[in-house]
């Protein structure tokens, strides 16, 4: 099957999980416009690249812009852009938790604002936005990431109920570890220390997180869960992908009493 006609708009595409998105669903015959903050030129896949920083207002709105330009409109927009953050919440500074907001959250917020007035002139389309798994449940030494994925899943929650008479999907796509460069690529709290109240409990996250990512999925699974959800013609609100000792997580947080779930997760952490 080949979606020679679609156009996908997939943010953060230069690396990572967007990366493996842009070049799944162009090698499946989608035209995807992968974004990044400084454009390189098209991928081997195809993949056409412009600039966006989901940061500016002004940026993303130039992009959309530029896509219908060129492409006559879109029918699907993919939001990976985003970045980590490991540190205690009150080692974490406001100016460090703003900064994973704006990016996090209002930027996915940025895209969608700018995108639906398009979807909906066609009365179709597709919104899919990368949550995480620590957007589930708190995790500690990552809870300001958590706090903006918790965002995103209701942002996504409300908007699909918004939209669901208008011919617009919005589903979630909720990655555990995976192998990109995101561990490399991840931000610390500029004031934890090796001799801080949090260090000793810090160092067992770090430390066990680091060997969780030695056994990550591809960013291939989940650009495949992406390319399902565009051909469905009824997608779920969320997809959860990740090996099933993470993925567990999802029915346990439902349907566990809470003191055990939490017992659970600072076991498994090391904490």
């Known amino acids: ?50 600039s966006m920083d989901v940061d500016s207002d002004e940026s993303v709105s130039a992009a959309i812009k530029h896509v219908v330009a ?11 852009a985003g970045w980590a953050l490991n540190g205690p919440i009150e080692e974490t500074s406001l100016a460090e938790a703003r900064a994973l907001m704006e990016t996090n959250f209002f930027g996915v917020l940025r895209v969608c604002r700018e995108a639906l007035p398009i979807l909906r002139a066609r009365r179709q389309g597709h919104i899919i936005n990368i949550s995480s798994l620590s957007g589930i449940f708190g995790t500690p030494f990552s809870g300001l ?22 011919g617009i999907s919005v589903s979630l796509v909720q990655p555990g570890d995976t192998d990109t460069q995101l561990p490399l690529n991840r931000r610390h709290t500029a004031v934890s220390t090796a001799d801080g109240p949090y260090a000793s409990s810090l160092k ?68």
């Open 1 to 50: 099957m080949r979606e020679s006609q679609k156009v996908v708009i997939v943010t953060g595409a230069s690396s990572g999980i967007g990366k493996a998105i842009a070049d799944r669903l162009a090698n499946s015959g989608y035209r995807v416009f992968g974004t990044s903050r400084n454009a390189s030129g098209p991928s081997e896949s195809g993949v056409e690249m412009i």
């Open 145 to 166: 990431y958590s706090a903006s994925k918790f965002a995103v899943e209701g942002l996504s929650e409300a908007l699909r109920l918004e939209t669901r008479k208008m």
């Open 204 to 271: 067992r996250y770090l430390d066990n997180q680091a060997k969780d990512e030695e056994n990550a999925i591809s960013p291939d699974a989940v650009a495949a869960v992406v390319l399902k959800i565009l051909r469905s013609s009824r997608p779920r609100m969320r997809y959860s992908v990740a090996k099933v000792g993470q993925r567990i997580v999802v029915p346990l947080k439902r349907f566990m009493p809470s003191v055990l779930f939490e017992w659970i997760v600072v076991t498994a952490m090391g904490l």
């Open 70 to 80: 060129l492409a006559g409109g879109f029918d699907a927009v993919i939001n990976n």
